[in-house]
């Protein structure tokens, strides 16, 4: 979602999650076996983040007053076209605290949706990214100029801070992995998305000191995985490898990273960078004898593009989940360094997105190669 680096710093014994310890009889970690007989199954796997253009964060996706079923159909609808077959897709705590019976039935009526156009989203859990005080209600409008100024983490800062709020996210895990274990229209869940990101150059006053928030993502991280494993769900779970440039051979990884792996059925992470390093990336990834997803690429301006991307993710049968899909209120299409300098203009290349807000492709060439490389007719 955005570069960043973590350090584990085990600062906070923290945490009481003894208090939240896995169950006996859990669910246990898929078996590499298991894992590529799943992977075995699945078509090769091409989609987008999705967030509907009209939505600035995952809330206003979500939230009863401006999900947008219409839209959401729509949109779909050109991914179906291009050949698109999943899509990664965030909930968030507090729509299930607010209203975890409508918010399930929203859920359910996405899937409805996206199961008509033989779409299977992976559904994100968790995320440390952007906004640490998210809040329900009226989002605000899109800062101008500036990429996802308004995405919201889940856990906010203060539920993340709070141990006494942790059985209620236990309750959100739980709660929708549970009502959704069985439900062959889900692809996976991602536990968390790039855990412990700092957002140091975005939201620097708002967020926890670096190394309480990277210590205590770190104690939580697993029980999360663990919760989800109580729901006995159909789906493997994953979470993402992320913030890997000072180990480009994945041979000294940090303590999340390394939690992460040791934790999820499959393998999944994020590579914005030259196809020689997503090459590279893939190759010891691979090496965990496990299927290989890559859940965010694709960033035009620093290398990373469908055109030298894509055709390596299908030669290595590497599953490929881009950043952005239509151009909106996220406003990803701006690249990251419009924190620091708003753009009055659209940047001379696009940043993330396929499509303009009507549907037509930002750039033709991309969506013919998508179609070409996923069998999918022109139309």
Request: glycine share 6%; hydrophobic share 40%.
């Amino acid at each position: 979602m955005m570069k960043s680096r973590s350090v584990f710093c085990p600062t906070v014994a923290l945490i009481a999650l003894s208090l939240y310890a896995t169950a006996a009889g859990t669910q246990t970690r898929w078996s590499e076996q298991k894992a590529n007989s799943w992977y075995a199954q699945q078509p090769w796997l091409v989609g987008s983040n999705y967030v509907p253009k009209s939505a600035i964060n995952q809330l206003e996706m979500w939230q009863e007053a401006t999900f947008n079923p219409a839209e959401i159909d729509q949109e779909l609808t050109w991914a179906e076209r291009m050949g698109m077959n999943t899509m990664r897709v965030f909930l968030h705590d507090l729509l299930w605290q607010q209203d975890a019976a409508g918010f399930q039935k929203r859920i359910n009526e996405f899937l409805t949706i996206a199961s008509r156009h033989h779409i299977r989203p992976m559904f994100v859990l968790f995320d440390s990214c952007w906004d640490p005080l998210p809040h329900l209600g009226p989002q605000h409008p899109p800062t101008p100029g500036v990429h996802n100024s308004g995405w919201a983490q889940s856990p906010g800062a203060k539920a993340l801070a709070d141990v006494n709020q942790y059985p209620r996210l236990k309750s959100f895990v739980q709660g929708v992995v549970r009502a959704f274990a069985r439900d062959d229209r889900i692809l996976a869940w991602d536990i968390w998305n790039e855990p412990g990101s700092d957002n140091a150059g975005s939201y620097p006053k708002e967020e926890l000191p670096a190394k309480d928030k990277i210590a205590r993502v770190t104690a939580l991280l697993p029980q999360v995985f663990a919760w989800a494993r109580e729901a006995n769900p159909m789906q493997p779970l994953s979470s993402g490898i992320w913030a890997v440039d000072n180990s480009p051979d994945g041979a000294d990884l940090g303590e999340l990273q390394r939690i992460q792996l040791r934790e999820s059925d499959i393998v999944t992470f994020h590579n914005y960078s030259w196809p020689e390093y997503f090459k590279r990336q893939i190759a010891w990834l691979k090496k965990y004898n496990r299927p290989v997803i890559c859940t965010e690429y694709m960033a035009r301006s620093v290398g990373s593009t469908f055109d030298t991307v894509l055709p390596i993710a299908k030669q290595e049968n590497v599953g490929a989940i881009n950043w952005g899909f239509v151009a909106g209120k996220t406003q990803t299409y701006l690249p990251w360094d419009s924190w620091q300098h708003p753009y009055v203009l659209d940047p001379p290349v696009w940043f993330h997105e396929v499509l303009r807000p009507d549907g037509t492709p930002y750039r033709q060439a991309e969506v013919d190669l998508i179609r070409q490389l996923t069998g999918r007719p022109g139309n």
